[in-house]
């Protein structure tokens, strides 16, 4: 469940796809292509893209029927998936997801709002003044929702929920009991592009924002929505204001978060894991359960489940505090 | 003065109390609890908590009729003070002080709020479009209101006072000449709580936050206020953007502090302190007068008046710079 | 082209300015000072200040008709510059500056903005509900301008741009295909000012802000304008959320800046420079061509071009990681 909110304009033509990757392969026939995913998640019609040998296994057992890859990789792909070699297997992947969802490279302001006193059934909704509801927004009862406050388009919330003042929240499933304060910009795109002289190019962000049961975002928070995965804030987690949740990052449960705390793309972190204030997490990290973070800490390596860390590069407390003596 | 502005919703029978506590005890007889307030401040018919060896001369002078305590504590209390013992001091004093004043725990969006432009005797405010006032404001002459900003119920400002666009404000009292550039919220909640799996407890803040005459306030700050106390900024303070300033923090006067620092909750600063960008202080130190921290250090214990510091944790500077070169 | 947007107040006789800055010289003669400026872009008329050895080649050639210094520097001045003898150059050349761009020291919100349904002309404009905009704002073809979003006086934005919500601008120059996204304040004053007890001295802020073609600014972003100069995000700069930069501040083309990073004020960067999450770079530094700041570094000196950094105080990476093992 990556993406519920994207409009798919597929399916294409394969053909039309091999021409947007410049590729030219007589060998490939006519057919159409539905959708573009994971390798996990792909079906028979879909393309995926398979970039590192770290994934081999899961490149073995695809079930897409084309696969983006380069040509040292594409031993390791299953039988039944047809390779697309390409040079840059991301950037060839971003061009065409881009091609299949459009309105996902950018996030330029929603023009479908309109003033929530247009919208009718929100009996039991209190809510202030000049406030902007987008499409396909749903809103659990009982909730409140502060001034001049945008719910974008493609958000759903979850009973007794209190939204703040001049927040801002798109491609966003908010759960029960949520309490998110004012300032906060959630489910705008992560911060992923290709880098390129005069020009960079966007990646396209196709997945959401989750933020579960009981959680409680303070104020100014950025949490950025998944490229192709989900970025979840886990139940009865509680971040305090000023903090940055980039692309595809995963917190469990019971987790505390402190002031300006920056989480960087697509780390992990298990239930129950406490972070002080100005700490950071280098991006594509796993934080076990448990874990404690001293503030100021700057974590750039895995950290075990159940171990206290401090300092920059982060360590086992004890260790940084005699050696910092 | 902890609390000109929540409503005491007391007073209440003890046997309430008892029952809310969970606590059994024959030997206390029927009598009205007015407030809830600390050791020092309390008075007859007042409620207090005792909850650390630390406070036991406080607790010893304490004029509150009725204490929440442990079986360990509680010798060292007033003869006159009547224990009501607990397992968790500060949980039962938070379940206490959410009876008396249930408007301070959440921070719900202020739905008292009125356009600015039916507000009547604003003669000398000069005010932009979209603002919104709540009830229990007061603003001095010669004021500027900038365009979309929300002063929420509870707020005094004083003379000559600027205030910038999109700012929300509440519980706070500002002095004269005192600037607030764009984007700030001052005056939410603290980040305080009790974690308890699958349903955190919050923690009642029952304080405000008052920043002294000739202070400026960069855009994007937060200031929390106090719990049981008020998160002060002295008298001709500056704070860069991007600042955030926790709960019961106090800044003395003629201080500056550059942008994307954050100070936690409790600690008190002395006057003339200067702090350099994105350095950190930790919660519950002492900065003593004069004191100097360069950006990017990380404070994790009490600093001397008149030092100098740098690193992470924080050391005398030419120390740090030795140790680093 | 350091000032396009202040109005000037002057000419101004020297004998006021005399007055002002409470200096008694016989010698000086009456006529009019047309304006101030530094050293270099001052001309013949014009009044410049002198304030460092570091500056005493630009000295020798200003062009200015007066220069404010002191007695130690007078003589590395040009001949046909009339030296006004003060004890603090930078105070008495706030002072003036003040004198002659008064709209220069505060950032009071813009009361001349009218909503943009008001304003004619912008045919190819799409844009959201609730903006303002101020005097002297111009916006090429086909912009989108989000909700909320205050563009106060003295801002040109060119074509193809997209502006988020909830953003303020002033005194700005946007190019071409920049992306700005939400809650975003651009072009507010610097964090400069001369300490005083009781009451600081405000520095005027007569700069602007440059964002080039191409550029991305994330959600929370603060951009001070310049003082006396231009604070320049080059082209195919890409920003991420909650960014600090300084007045003055001025980076190369085709860079990339993480969230949460901070870059004090007069730090001039490279072209394809890359900065990590929450790194900080002091004030006055210059960093080279293509240097990488790894995450959560902070620089607290100049780096030449190619080099790779990390740490506190950040060095080569490879130092710092076989230092931190």
């Known amino acids: 469940m990556a993406n519920p909110f994207f409009k798919n304009y597929g399916p294409f033509n394969v053909f039309e796809i091999l021409k947007l990757l410049n590729i030219d392969d007589n060998n490939i026939k006519e057919e159409n292509i539905n959708d573009v995913k994971d390798l996990t998640s792909s079906s028979k019609g879909d393309l995926t893209f398979f ?11 695809t079930k897409a029927s084309y696969c983006i890859t380069t040509n040292n990789l594409k031993s390791d792909l299953s039988e039944s998936c047809i390779p697309l070699i390409v040079e840059n297997v991301l950037i060839s992947t971003s061009k065409v997801t881009a091609k299949f969802y459009p309105t996902s490279v950018n996030d330029d302001f ?13 009996n ?44 801002i929240i798109r491609n966003t499933l908010i759960g029960n009991n949520v309490t998110i304060l004012d300032n906060c910009n959630i489910g705008k795109h992560g911060f992923g592009f290709f880098p390129k002289n005069k020009k960079n190019l966007r990646y396209p962000h196709i997945g959401i924002v989750r933020i579960e049961d ?12 998944g490229s192709m995965s989900t970025t ?31 989480i960087a793309g697509s780390s992990i972190l298990g239930k129950n894991v406490k972070i002080g204030g100005q700490a950071g997490i280098s991006g594509h990290l796993r934080i076990g359960d448990n874990v404690e973070i001293a503030g100021g ?3 750039i390596k895995d950290i075990p489940e159940n171990s206290t860390v401090m300092g920059y590069p982060a360590k086992n407390i004890r260790q940084f505090l005699k050696d910092n003596k």
Chains 1, 2, 3 share one sequence.
């Open 232 to 262: 979840v804030i886990g139940e009865n987690t509680f971040l305090d204001n000023q903090i940055h949740i980039a692309h595809n990052v995963k917190i469990g449960e019971n987790s505390i978060i402190a002031g300006q705390v920056g």
């Open 110 to 122: 929603d023009d479908t709002v309109i003033d929530i006193n247009e919208i009718e059934n929100l």
């Open 297 to 299: 800490s700057g974590v």
């Open 51 to 61: 970039h590192s040998k770290k994934y081999k296994d899961l490149a073995n057992k």
């Open 124 to 167: 039991t909704v209190k809510f202030g003044k000049n406030i902007l509801i987008g499409k396909n927004v749903s809103i659990g009862s009982n909730c409140l929702i502060g001034h001049n406050t945008i719910i974008e388009k493609n958000v759903s919330i979850g009973n007794n929920c209190s939204i703040g003042s001049n927040t």
């Open 214 to 225: 009981n959680c409680e975002i303070g104020c100014g928070a950025t949490i950025d929505r």
